[in-house]
């Protein structure tokens, strides 16, 4: 009797040692996070100045793994802006990168929601996108905004910064120092004149030291080739190489752009670079970033070029004040605008030059 009962306290004694240790393995983890980054701005648009307090993407977030095994877990993320200087706008929650799905060391992740398309996520190993609030200049040069705030010619040239709505991604385990990205995102509109699935995908090298990277995205052009309806897709190559040394880093990004028009007069095409450095002196950073868009069409005169300077202190790790200065200098007939705020500084006129003083707060949690 005494000997079945000590096996019965050591096979009990085995058995919650066994589930404890199975329950440490898959026990989920959650985690609240997000970023508060308000500035105080003094913006001209060519025409007129004016002080606003502005909002440079502020955003809230919840995200957790669970884990099934060694090799497989379960993940989520639902990712929201929000306004903390005027508490307006129509900002949906999961509007920005939110999904589930599934990790697996071996075999890579697949992730099924809105998330950012590899061709947007593409950042020469994070030294290209660097500058804060409306020193950014991959939006408006790399990824086309600039070019496409240009009226009339908006109707035929898009942007392509894209957080992809019902996108399916794969992202490959790093293998020989290199990471593949993938993506699909089907026309949930698909009619019989109309069928235009997004396709992205990235391959992307990076050894901690150096970084260089090719993405590349297609949307295609409608068949109804129409005053009312959409005559253009928009299909792009971006190229990305950056370096760390030290204290300094430093990128370079080239994009070409294509509307892929059917009509001959609505073709609009765009070759786009951007510089960037940064410098790292104790809690300060000093950063420089300088972009050149071209012509949109033969004597369209609708090229911009961007330049925007910064200095940042971190007071700690979460908590970062900086003071920027960024200018648009556009063509002729160019209407390029500043978009790293809610309030973008936009162009007056078509030729006029927008320009942005920001003095900001950010506060990572």
Do not use: C
Request: hydrophobic residues 40%; proline residues 2%; without cysteine.
């Amino acid at each position: 009797m005494k000997m079945t009962a000590q096996k019965t306290a050591l096979a009990l004694a085995t058995g919650m040692l066994l589930a404890t240790s199975a329950f440490a393995q898959i026990a989920p983890a959650v985690t609240l996070y997000g970023r508060l980054d308000v500035g105080v701005e003094s913006a001209n648009d060519g025409a007129l100045t004016k002080t606003m307090l502005q909002n440079f993407s502020s955003r809230f977030g919840i995200k957790g793994e669970r884990g099934f095994s060694k090799d497989l877990s379960g993940v989520f993320q639902v990712e929201t802006n929000f306004r903390p200087d005027d508490n307006t706008g129509a900002d949906a929650l999961a509007n920005r990168n939110s999904f589930v799905g599934l990790k697996s060391a071996s075999f890579g992740t697949l992730l099924m929601g809105n998330h950012d398309t590899p061709l947007k996520s593409l950042d020469a190993g994070g030294y290209a996108g660097t500058l804060y609030g409306e020193g950014e200049a991959m939006e408006v040069i790399i990824h086309g905004k600039g070019t496409a705030a240009l009226v009339p010619t908006a109707v035929n040239f898009g942007n392509v910064h894209t957080r992809q709505k019902n996108n399916l991604v794969y992202i490959s385990p790093k293998f020989a120092d290199m990471v593949v990205k993938a993506s699909y995102a089907p026309d949930e509109g698909k009619s019989a004149t109309q069928d235009i699935p997004l396709y992205s995908a990235s391959l992307e090298w990076n050894n901690g030291t150096y970084n260089a990277g090719i993405a590349t995205q297609t949307v295609g052009a409608t068949a109804a080739a129409t005053a009312t309806a959409a005559r253009y897709g928009m299909t792009a190559t971006k190229f990305s190489v950056g370096a760390k040394m030290d204290n300094l880093s430093g990128a370079i990004v080239v994009s070409s752009l294509d509307n892929q028009a059917f009509l001959v007069t609505d073709v609009r095409k765009t070759t786009n670079t951007l510089f960037v450095v940064n410098y790292v002196d104790g809690a300060l950073t000093y950063k420089f970033n300088y972009g050149m868009s071209g012509e949109s069409a033969s004597n369209a005169q609708d090229d911009l070029t961007m330049m925007a300077l910064e200095a940042a202190y971190a007071l700690d790790k979460q908590t970062i004040i900086y003071g920027s200065y960024a200018q648009i200098t556009n063509g002729a007939k160019g209407k390029g605008e500043l978009v790293g705020s809610d309030s973008k500084v936009k162009a007056a006129a078509a030729g006029n030059d927008p320009t942005a003083i920001t003095f900001g707060i950010r506060y990572n949690f």
